[in-house]
Every structure is written in structure tokens, then in C-alpha cells.
């Protein structure tokens, strides 16, 4: 499996200056691609062709940084080319400085890689803020400027270690009130990052519609959202990362709820747009990462009304009023009260049982509504749930 560590480079002012010729050159030679293919009637160039062409005519100057960047700048080329013809995407687009498009791209045998350095080709060493934390063959490099740094993506081939995978099953309800909520009954809160910049955010944008297009002060806002944009997400990717490790390294089965993202798509109020691709972002990495485990990972479909049934595997309730403020659900049949999120979340995991193993959950596997193992893991958990249940799946 192929890794990637982002690791952020502390450049020298010489240093940055070649970054930013190196980005500029990959993106001289990808606009130039997009340029060329643009205009080319009937049966369009390949990437290949293009960057044959590119190569016998290409500036002097971009021969000042190394050849990866506009090799990596086709290499982008004919996957937007790709995406366009096969999955039905867009054409390919230019890349705008304006937009922020700083990034070029390293072969395996263009950098090195030693404790806190990596050396490039026609630059030396740059220091990096950290060392490179995952052991295996380095594949390949991106140096990238994100918010108000340049960081170096090194992607790295690691053996595929085989791990048992855990009997341990749990159901995970995402969701805005709590980031997750787990049928065991442990919950993670949601609001940190967005609660202290969100206000600021607003206003910075507010104070940008009020600027002069393309002028200096527009451009300075600018950079400043883009500067809190990445803090946020830095925030954000921390606590979701913590949060996904933590749920692939103590469940063997993992199961959450599709997400509605055509819906999501429409939605433009910022807080819930950020928020929404949290929740994509979440289920993005705890896929992979139950996936490395040689854990399941199971997707219910959202159809399935997780948050009216009754959890209760002797009942088969259902509680049709219950609206969105409502935060407790209760049983018109059995009389069970139980947190909502955990409720939807016990009934995930039910629905997943019964999908993968045809179980029903009074069958084996089945201990009872107890409380959910201690974790001992450096994480937020905001509180435990009474009327969480532990599964475990027996026959793996
Ligand atoms: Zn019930």
C-alpha cells in the first residue's frame, strides 16, 4: 500500500524563490498542455505528444529548476484528460497563481530523503519540520504551498503487514451535534476547530466583498482566508485522524451510514459546507483505514431510517414524529430511551449484521447493552453513553 507523509519544509528565502519558479514552471507547462489541447480540432494530442512537443521547444528557463516539474505537470495533464473522457469530468482547466496552484512534482530519484533534510536537484537541502515517519520505498514527492507554507508530500510504498483483524463491531452514526457517536455508546465532540475561527472567517469574507477586485488589499485578504482555511483544516484533519486510527485499531468491523452528498453539495452556508466535508473526509479515511487493518467496512444505506427505529433487537418500533431537535428517542412500544445518535448507531451496526452475516442480534456474538472498553487512547471523547452495546463477531 502506498502512504503519504505531508511534511512542512522550512525553506531559506533563495529556497522559496526556487519553489516558486518550480510551481511556476509546472504550471507554465500545464497551462501550456491545456493551451495546446484546446485548441487542437478533431482528434486531440495525447499528454505524451504534448509533452514531446513541450520538450523540443520549451523555454530556457524552465531548464533553471529540475525536469520533474513539468513532467509532473503532464503527468496532471493526462489525468484531467483522463477524468474528462472516461468519468465524465470537465475539461481541464488552467491553473491560476491567483487561485493558489503552487506545487511541482519530484521523481523517486530526483530527492533525497535523511533524518530532518530533503535534497532537490539545482536547490540542496531544505530542512523539513519533522522526519519522514513511514519506513518503506519512497514512490515519489510534491512540494506544495498550503496557506502561508511550503510542505513536501512524500508517498511512500510500505509492506502490507498482516494484522488478525478485531472481533470488536461497532456502529458509527456522523453527524453536526457530535462528530461520531459509536454503538458502544462512546461519542466525540465536533465543534472545536470551527468554533473559534468560524466567526472570523465570516467577517474576513465580509470585509473581502467590500474590497476592490484584483486589488492589493483584495489580495492580502485573500491570502489571510487562505491562511485560515488551511488552519482549520489542520485543526480539523488532526482531530478526524485521531479519531479514524483510534476506531480501525479497536474495531475488526466498522460500519456508518451513507452520507447524502448531492444534498450536501447544494448546501452554501460556510459552516455547514466545512462541516460536510469533514463528514466526507471521515469516512474517507476511516475506509482506508479499517481497510489496512484487514478490517470491514460497511456502508448502510441512508434510506434505511436509522434514527427512527427502535434499537431494541426484541421490538421492532418505530418512533415517526421524531424531528431533528429532538436529542433523546423513545420507544411508543417498548418505553426505551436512548440517546438519538446512539440509537441510530446501534441500529447501523444492526442493519450492517444483518446485510453481511444474516445475524439478527439475540443470536451468538450477542453480550448484551454493557459498557463500551476503556480505550486509552490520547482522544476527546466527550462522554460515554449509558445504553451503549458491545458486539463482537465470533466466527472470525
Ligand atoms: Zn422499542
Given at each position: 500500500m502506498i502512504r503519504t507523509h505531508k511534511i512542512r519544509l522550512n525553506p531559506d528565502p533563495a529556497q522559496e524563490t526556487y519553489f516558486y519558479k518550480a510551481a511556476g514552471t509546472a504550471r507554465f507547462a500545464y497551462n501550456w498542455a491545456v493551451a495546446q489541447w484546446r485548441a487542437s480540432g478533431g482528434e486531440k494530442p495525447s499528454a505524451k505528444q504534448l509533452k514531446k512537443q513541450f520538450n523540443a521547444q520549451k523555454p530556457d528557463w524552465t531548464?533553471?529548476?529540475?525536469?520533474?516539474?513539468?513532467?509532473?505537470?503532464?503527468?496532471?495533464?493526462?489525468?484531467?484528460?483522463?477524468?474528462?473522457?472516461?468519468?465524465?469530468?470537465?475539461?481541464?482547466?488552467?491553473?491560476?497563481?491567483?487561485?493558489?496552484h503552487f506545487s511541482f512534482y519530484l521523481a523517486n530519484d530526483k530527492f533525497w530523503v535523511s533524518g530532518h533534510w530533503i535534497t532537490i536537484p539545482k536547490l540542496g537541502r531544505v530542512n523539513m519540520a519533522e522526519k519522514l515517519r513511514l519506513h518503506g520505498k519512497i514512490m515519489s514527492a510534491r512540494i506544495v504551498r498550503t496557506g502561508q507554507h511550503w510542505y513536501a508530500s512524500i508517498s511512500?510504498?510500505?509492506?502490507?503487514?498482516?494484522?488478525?483483524p478485531k472481533a470488536e463491531a461497532v456502529?458509527?452514526?456522523?453527524?453536526?451535534?457530535?462528530?461520531?457517536?459509536?454503538?458502544?455508546?462512546?461519542?466525540?465532540d465536533n465543534e472545536r476547530p470551527l468554533k473559534h475561527h468560524l466567526p472570523r472567517l465570516a467577517k474576513l469574507q465580509r470585509v473581502l466583498a467590500r474590497k476592490e477586485k484584483g486589488s492589493c488589499n483584495y489580495e492580502k485578504i485573500k491570502a489571510k482566508i487562505r491562511h485560515l482555511h488551511a488552519r482549520i483544516r489542520h485543526i480539523r484533519d488532526d482531530i478526524l485522524h485521531k479519531l479514524t486510527t483510534f476506531i480501525a485499531?479497536?474495531?475488526?468491523?466498522?460500519?456508518?451510514?451513507?452520507?447524502?452528498?448531492?444534498?450536501?453539495?447544494?448546501?452554501?452556508?460556510?459552516?455547514?459546507?466545512?462541516?460536510?466535508?469533514?463528514?466526507r473526509r471521515l469516512l474517507t479515511l476511516l475506509e482506508y483505514k479499517v481497510a489496512d487493518r484487514h478490517g470491514s467496512f460497511v456502508k448502510v444505506d441512508r434510506f434505511f431510517a436509522s434514527s427512527k427505529t427502535c434499537s431494541n433487537p426484541d421490538c421492532a418500533g418505530r418512533c415517526e414524529d421524531l424531528t431533528l431537535g429532538d436529542r433523546e428517542f423513545v420507544c411508543p412500544e417498548c418505553g426505551l430511551r436512548l440517546d438519538r445518535d446512539l440509537n441510530a448507531s446501534i441500529n447501523i451496526l444492526y442493519e450492517s449484521l444483518r446485510l453481511m452475516y444474516n445475524t439478527h442480534p439475540s443470536g451468538s456474538?450477542?453480550?448484551?447493552?454493557?459498557?463500551?472498553?476503556?480505550?486509552?487512547?490520547?482522544?476527546?471523547?466527550?462522554?460515554?453513553?449509558?445504553g451503549g452495546i458491545h458486539f463482537c463477531i465470533s466466527e472470525r
Open positions: 531548464y533553471e529548476v529540475t525536469k520533474c516539474a513539468a513532467e509532473g505537470a503532464f503527468m496532471d495533464f493526462a489525468k484531467a484528460v483522463n477524468k474528462h473522457l472516461k468519468e465524465g469530468a470537465g475539461e481541464p482547466q488552467f491553473k491560476s497563481r491567483n487561485r493558489g511512500v510504498e510500505m509492506p502490507d503487514k498482516r494484522i488478525a456502529g458509527v452514526d456522523v453527524g453536526i451535534l457530535h462528530l461520531a457517536t459509536l454503538s458502544d455508546g462512546i461519542v466525540f485499531r479497536y474495531y475488526g468491523f466498522v460500519t456508518t451510514e451513507d452520507l447524502h452528498i448531492e444534498g450536501m453539495m447544494k448546501n452554501h452556508h460556510l459552516a455547514q459546507a466545512l462541516q460536510d466535508a469533514a463528514l456474538g450477542y453480550d448484551g447493552r454493557k459498557q463500551p472498553p476503556q480505550t486509552g487512547y490520547n482522544l476527546n471523547i466527550s462522554s460515554v453513553l449509558d
